[in-house]
């Protein structure tokens, strides 16, 4: 299980298992990293987290399981994490060559459940929101082509507060690394309560680099440019 650890590739990563194959779904081990941007843990919890992924073409072949997300996490219990998948096979979204595999995941001690899922390509934009719901319990992923608003995958569960943002690059031993830079576009992060400190929190790894880090409404909404993350050649 892996924990918050500032100044770690990822900060708050826990969960040791990836994204599975359907059917049937499988935990399989994660050990090759690409570049990633985190913020947290925060000293209240987010309530909002809002951010667009520009994706790049995926590998035109494909060894193993690699994939693209942003991700948040209490340290200690479930990651909601919705992905851009690329495997030896994707059609089992619909994927063509050069295109991704999209789902809303949540990932914690019962193993993986999944959204629907639907191809998207290279230049698409993603957006990825999770919103917690009034009941401060269940969080609502929402997965919606930016330009056009159509829905690509959806996923509600109850999974609790959650107090760090982040996004992975990462692929199995046999994984062909992504071979296009990513770009996250008008991140946006709320927080129930302001927290002046939050933004001393961000870390980035592996060449990725971040443009436009800003607060308002005292500390608690956050909000990053761009995030750039460098193909894994």
């Known amino acids: 299980m892996h924990s918050f650890a500032t100044g770690s590739l990822f900060a708050f990563l826990f969960l040791s298992g990836a994204s599975a194959v359907p059917p049937p779904t499988k935990l399989i081990k994660r050990d090759s990293w690409g570049g990633s ?27 193993g399981e690699l ?4 991700g948040m996490s209490n340290g200690t219990g479930d990651l909601i994490q919705t992905t851009l998948e690329s495997w030896p096979d994707n059609s089992w979204c619909g994927a063509t060559t050069g295109q991704w595999c999209v ?8 193993g993986q459940l999944d959204g629907s899922a639907s191809p998207v390509s290279g230049t698409e934009h993603v957006k990825i929101e999770y919103t917690l719901q009034s009941n401060g319990q269940n969080w ?14 959806s996923f509600n569960h109850e999974s609790g507060p959650m107090t760090g943002w982040g ?19 008008g ?3 709320t927080l ?14 592996q060449g990725a680099t971040y443009t436009g880090l800003s607060s308002s409404n005292g500390g608690k909404v956050w909000s990053i440019a761009t995030i750039n993350i460098p193909a894994m050649g």
């Not at 994939?67 to 942003?70: D, M, N």
């Not at 992975?168 to 046999?174: A, K, Q």
């Open 37 to 63: 941007v985190s913020l947290g843990p925060t000293k209240s919890h987010i309530i909002n987290a809002v951010s667009t992924i520009i994706p790049g073409t995926a590998p035109s072949s494909q060894n």
């Open 67 to 70: 994939f693209l997300w942003p």
């Open 103 to 110: 789902r809303a995941s949540l990932f914690g001690s019962f």
């Open 140 to 153: 609502t992923q929402t997965v919606t082509n930016a330009a056009t608003g159509a829905e690509l995958s």
């Open 167 to 185: 996004t992975g690059t990462e692929c199995d031993s046999d994984c062909t690394g992504t071979v296009a830079v990513q770009q996250y576009i």
């Open 187 to 189: 991140t946006t992060i």
């Open 192 to 205: 129930a309560a302001a927290d002046t400190t939050f933004g001393d929190t961000i870390a980035s790894a």
